[in-house]
């Protein structure tokens, strides 16, 4: 083969298609070990929590007042792998029904702040002029409260529960995706394939949903993952504090955490498992989002 063929070949290998960014980024993610282990913790508590009733030896709710007659709940042991609660409850069969609380009130609160966050980022950072300045100026008011703070608040307004809990966390995350999303609209904004777009005389819904947005979501996805895992951390935070389910029998890890938080020092295995639950879970939310953002920013891929 000459030398001239040998060029013409790598020409046409480097001319063929990669199969997109998405492609790319499925390819990168499978190979980032860290967003494989991240994958296998959420795998785990989502089957958890989807085959509780079947994997669960006893009921969140069931409890046997005679194997806390001494006053002192036992630790774990093989009929009860983490032990009973002061109520006689397996903290076991508690922390899997749990899964289900942990993992809804992440996806809801992060879907409520993204789609708000989306919608107001997109208007702010294509429209621009007064609407973009107003909308900014709100983002900078919610941002100026601090996070916890802030949903403390909202949740003291709305009463507290579970569900008053995934309004305020997506409340509070609003902000971080609209300005997120406003500062990769504004720097693919001016890219040619927009200025091409614009000179044919595409439509500005066009250009934004079909151009512009699908080059700027990518570092709103990585986000709206890692928002994910700070969502259980901030549920856990606000049960502790009396404002998740005012039923202690609730089988919610921060609820379990709450009650287990003047035992300390008789039964410290109370609050061990529901916390390494928790950090597991928020665990495998980060591992996947740095993988992600590993996999969509081409200067990290590699590394």
């Known amino acids: 083969m000459s030398?001239?063929?040998i060029e013409a070949h790598e020409l046409q290998e480097l001319d063929t298609s990669t199969g997109g960014l998405w492609s790319d980024a499925w390819y990168q993610l499978i190979r980032n070990p860290g967003a494989i282990l991240g994958a296998i913790f959420l795998l785990t508590f989502l089957f958890a929590a989807i085959f509780a009733p079947l994997i669960a030896p006893f009921g969140p709710k069931e409890g046997n007042l005679l194997l806390v007659a001494t006053g002192k709940p036992p630790g774990p042991s093989w009929h009860h792998l983490f032990g009973v609660d002061l109520l006689g409850?397996?903290?076991?069969?508690?922390?899997?029904?749990?899964?289900?609380?942990?993992?809804?009130?992440?996806?809801?609160?992060?879907?409520?702040?993204?789609?708000?966050?989306?919608?107001?980022?997109?208007?702010?950072?294509?429209?621009?002029?007064?609407?973009?300045?107003?909308?900014?100026?709100?983002?900078?008011?919610?941002?100026?409260?601090?996070?916890?703070?802030?949903?403390?608040?909202?949740?003291?307004?709305?009463?507290?529960?579970?569900?008053?809990?995934?309004?305020?966390?997506?409340i509070v995350n609003i902000p971080i995706f609209a300005r997120l999303l406003r500062g990769a609209i504004l720097s693919q904004r001016e890219n040619d394939f927009v200025l091409a777009a614009r000179s044919v005389g595409v439509r500005r819904r066009a250009i934004l949903f079909s151009h512009i947005?699908?080059?700027?979501?990518?570092?709103?996805?990585?986000?709206?993952?890692?928002?994910?895992?700070?969502?259980?951390?901030?549920?856990?935070?606000?049960?502790?504090?009396?404002?998740?389910?005012?039923?202690?029998?609730?089988?919610?890890?921060?609820?379990?955490?709450?009650?287990?938080?003047?035992?300390?020092?008789?039964?410290?295995?109370?609050a061990v498992f529901p916390g390494l639950a928790i950090v597991i879970s928020v665990l495998g939310f980060n591992l996947i989002g740095d993988g992600l953002r590993e996999a969509l920013d081409p200067k990290l891929r590699g590394r």
């Open 3 to 5: 030398v001239a063929e």
């Open 89 to 170: 409850r397996d903290v076991f069969s508690r922390i899997l029904y749990g899964a289900r609380d942990s993992l809804l009130v992440g996806l809801v609160s992060v879907t409520i702040g993204l789609t708000i966050g989306l919608v107001l980022g997109s208007i702010a950072g294509y429209v621009g002029g007064w609407l973009d300045g107003t909308i900014m100026r709100l983002m900078d008011i919610m941002l100026a409260i601090p996070g916890l703070l802030f949903a403390i608040g909202i949740v003291a307004m709305l009463q507290p529960g579970l569900y008053q809990m995934m309004i305020a966390i997506g």
């Open 213 to 270: 947005m699908p080059n700027a979501i990518s570092p709103v996805i990585v986000a709206g993952t890692l928002a994910m895992g700070t969502a259980i951390i901030d549920v856990a935070g606000l049960t502790f504090l009396g404002l998740g389910p005012q039923d202690p029998a609730t089988p919610e890890w921060g609820t379990m955490l709450t009650s287990a938080n003047d035992y300390l020092e008789l039964a410290p295995f109370l």
